[in-house]
């Protein structure tokens, strides 16, 4: 008898345990222009590629030789879809890519189901064929307008200005099949990230999208990338295969003891019941009252790996031991973890589960995952106790600014922040204590969950794509970029209008700072304008971080570490690379804009 493992969504939470595993191959395929056919001459391989946004060329350059795929269609090289030569199943897709301005794309799992690559930097409500979204199926047969169907928009807009990389990543679960070929199961994203935002989940697709390269769905299929509707260029795919089979409890016997247990007995007790299983599931004590349930058995394990065993008991206690060493077990309340490193084989598992109060659920929740592995539930709970919380969300349309503690990336609390949103999609969290602007972002305003749920902490959250820009840095530094002597202390804001906000300061000498900072209409970004009367000159103020600074035209700078562009308004006025990013001089007035 097999216990056949099932496939969990991502509500499944795994604690982290930081422990030293052997070493477990899992097949990484790191694709390159050579790994693919079709290629009928606009995919090149590169050095360096970049955009000037030029409001005429809708097209990214590209210079020098190196790693990056490169497809540029013109009139003597018409562009083509490449296709993989090695087909795949279950994946973890990375892709690192660039979309030139007003350009298309597409990135097509087993060569039938699309996620589309567009230039949706500016978009305020996405659709199924904006960036990141899943492609509609088709059928030619429906009248005009009603073609398309089963289409799906990501949840947000978190796409980045043309010419900035941008990173995405895919879950896939293939479609499953019988023995006899029909189609039992249908694929899944399980996820799609979008610049570190989730833009899709546990998101189920009844057939192949449009373009699609084979008529009928297959449980394996190559990697296609569109090449025919503009340029586009990728840094780096990378497809990890979830191929590594999964383990079977192969007999479940069990022995049920009376009583209510927080540790294991320290006499030998009779068992009221005995018997065994075919699936955890079935189990049910017969007893009413409180027990002890001791299940033994096999665990069949295909293939060696590195693997994470969960064991959970809704308002109850658990002890799980893999293989002959019971030393360590004890009841313990709440999740119960074992990351052992297994050769295949079979190897004896006991589990322990006590009930404490004869109003307990019945079952408990037992799962097992791995590197190249989907979460696989082994047992599942009659209920489920979700400590989740439904999110709070603030809209702009009710809130466009808001007063709250701001985390930075290194946990720093700032405790003096006011977050600004627009109808443009874009928004912006500035430090009252600092007068820094610390962060720009794409997509939702913010997620008050951590400020406003029960006590709170105070804290809100972007929930777009965002760019870090200050670190509760000062404002005014010396130009040896580093900390001056003038102190400023924030008189408060005033907002203008959509997006517009006027920040004040003051210094000592009584001179005032004036900061003006607003969300561009386009939703291409945020200009910035600092004025200063009455104080001594020749300041240095850090625009972003970053080691690299191209110049893409005679005020426009690429920050590509950053995936931000600079254009300085003010004249005569240069950045330079210092000692923790990019840094302006500041006199008595700068201005300049930010396109993320």
């Known amino acids: 008898m097999l216990l056949k493992p099932r496939l969990l969504g991502l509500g499944i939470a795994l604690t982290i345990a930081a422990l030293t595993f052997t070493s477990q191959a899992q097949t990484v395929s790191k694709l390159t222009l050579d790994s693919f056919t079709n290629n009928k001459g606009s995919w090149t391989e590169v050095g360096e590629v970049w955009s000037e946004l030029s409001p005429k060329d809708h097209i990214l350059i590209a210079d020098g030789e190196g790693?990056?795929?490169?497809?540029?269609?013109?009139?003597?090289?018409?562009?083509?879809?490449?296709?993989?030569?090695?087909?795949?199943?279950?994946?973890?897709?990375?892709?690192?890519?660039?979309?030139?301005?007003?350009?298309?794309?597409?990135?097509?799992?087993?060569?039938?189901?699309?996620?589309?690559?567009?230039?949706?930097?500016?978009?305020?409500?996405?659709?199924?064929?904006?960036?990141?979204?899943?492609?509609?199926?088709?059928?030619?047969?429906?009248?005009?307008?009603?073609?398309?169907?089963?289409?799906?928009?990501?949840?947000?807009?978190?796409?980045?200005?043309?010419?900035?990389?941008?990173?995405?990543?895919?879950?896939?679960?293939?479609?499953?099949?019988?023995?006899?070929?029909?189609?039992?199961?249908?694929?899944?994203?399980?996820?799609?990230?979008?610049?570190?935002?989730?833009i899709h989940e546990n998101l189920e697709v009844f057939g192949p999208t449009r373009g699609a390269l084979f008529?009928?769905?297959?449980?394996?299929?190559?990697?296609?990338?569109?090449?025919?509707?503009?340029?586009?260029?990728?840094?780096?795919?990378?497809?990890?295969?979830?191929?590594?089979?999964?383990?079977?409890?192969?007999?479940?016997?069990?022995?049920?003891?009376?009583?209510?247990?927080?540790?294991?007995?320290?006499?030998?007790?009779?068992?009221?019941?005995?018997?065994?299983?075919?699936?955890?599931?079935?189990?049910?004590?017969?007893?009413?009252?409180?027990?002890?349930?001791?299940?033994?058995?096999?665990?069949?394990?295909?293939?060696?790996?590195?693997?994470?065993?969960?064991?959970?008991?809704?308002?109850?206690?658990?002890?799980?031991?893999?293989?002959?060493?019971?030393?360590?077990?004890?009841?313990?309340?709440?999740?119960?973890?074992?990351?052992?490193?297994?050769?295949?084989?079979?190897?004896?598992?006991?589990?322990?589960?006590?009930?404490?109060?004869?109003?307990?659920?019945?079952?408990?929740?037992?799962?097992?995952?791995?590197?190249?592995?989907?979460?696989?539930?082994?047992?599942?709970?009659?209920?489920?106790?979700?400590?989740?919380?439904?999110?709070i969300w603030v809209k702009t349309e009710e809130t466009p600014v808001l007063r709250s503690f701001a985390e930075l990336p290194n946990r720093t609390k700032l405790s003096h922040a006011v977050s600004v949103s627009s109808n443009f999609g874009t928004h912006f969290t500035y430090d009252l204590e600092t007068n820094q602007l610390i962060r720009v972002w794409r997509g939702g305003f913010l997620d008050a969950t951590p400020m406003w749920h029960s006590r709170g902490n105070g804290v809100s959250r972007p929930l777009g794509a965002i760019t870090e820009l200050s670190l509760d840095t000062p404002l005014l530094l010396t130009n040896s970029y580093q900390a001056s002597d003038i102190a400023l202390k924030g008189t408060g804001y005033q907002i203008l209008g959509n997006g517009d906000v006027e920040f004040g300061a003051k210094l000592e000498s009584g001179a005032i700072l004036k900061d003006h900072i607003k969300l561009m209409e386009t939703g291409k970004g945020i200009f910035r304008e600092l004025e200063i009367s009455g104080a001594p000159q020749g300041y240095q103020v850090k625009i972003a971080p970053g080691n690299t600074l191209k110049k893409v035209?005679?005020?426009?700078?690429?920050?590509?570490?950053?995936?931000?562009?600079?254009?300085?308004?003010?004249?005569d006025a240069e950045p330079k690379i210092g000692t923790e990013g990019i840094y302006l001089p500041f006199n008595s007035k700068l201005s300049y804009v930010l396109l993320f």
């Open 215 to 391: 008529e009928e769905e297959v449980a394996e299929g190559p990697i296609r990338i569109q090449g025919d509707h503009g340029s586009v260029a990728i840094k780096s795919l990378e497809v990890k295969r979830l191929d590594l089979s999964a383990p079977e409890i192969k007999n479940i016997n069990f022995s049920v003891y009376s009583g209510s247990f927080s540790e294991f007995p320290k006499s030998d007790l009779q068992a009221i019941k005995t018997g065994s299983l075919e699936s955890f599931d079935d189990f049910n004590s017969g007893v009413t009252g409180s027990t002890l349930t001791k299940f033994t058995g096999v665990l069949d394990i295909k293939e060696s790996g590195n693997y994470t065993f969960d064991l959970d008991v809704p308002r109850g206690l658990g002890a799980m031991v893999l293989g002959d060493n019971s030393a360590s077990a004890e009841l313990r309340e709440g999740r119960v973890r074992v990351e052992k490193a297994l050769d295949s084989g079979e190897i004896p598992y006991s589990i322990w589960i006590s009930k404490p109060m004869d109003w307990t659920v019945q079952g408990f929740n037992f799962t097992v995952s791995a590197d190249g592995l989907w979460p696989i539930a082994l047992s599942e709970s009659v209920m489920s106790y979700n400590n989740s919380v439904d999110p």
């Open 67 to 198: 790693t990056i795929l490169f497809n540029a269609p013109a009139k003597r090289k018409p562009g083509s879809d490449i296709i993989s030569s090695e087909k795949f199943g279950d994946v973890e897709l990375t892709m690192v890519y660039m979309m030139a301005e007003g350009s298309n794309s597409g990135l097509y799992l087993q060569g039938q189901y699309e996620v589309q690559l567009l230039d949706s930097w500016m978009e305020t409500n996405p659709k199924s064929g904006s960036n990141g979204g899943v492609y509609e199926r088709w059928d030619e047969s429906k009248p005009d307008g009603q073609k398309g169907y089963q289409g799906y928009a990501p949840r947000q807009n978190a796409s980045k200005a043309p010419g900035i990389w941008q990173k995405l990543e895919v879950a896939f679960q293939a479609p499953r099949f019988s023995a006899n070929g029909e189609k039992i199961q249908n694929a899944k994203f399980r996820y799609i990230r979008l610049n570190g935002v989730t």
């Open 553 to 571: 035209s005679k005020t426009l700078y690429l920050i590509e570490d950053t995936g931000v562009y600079l254009e300085v308004l003010t004249e």
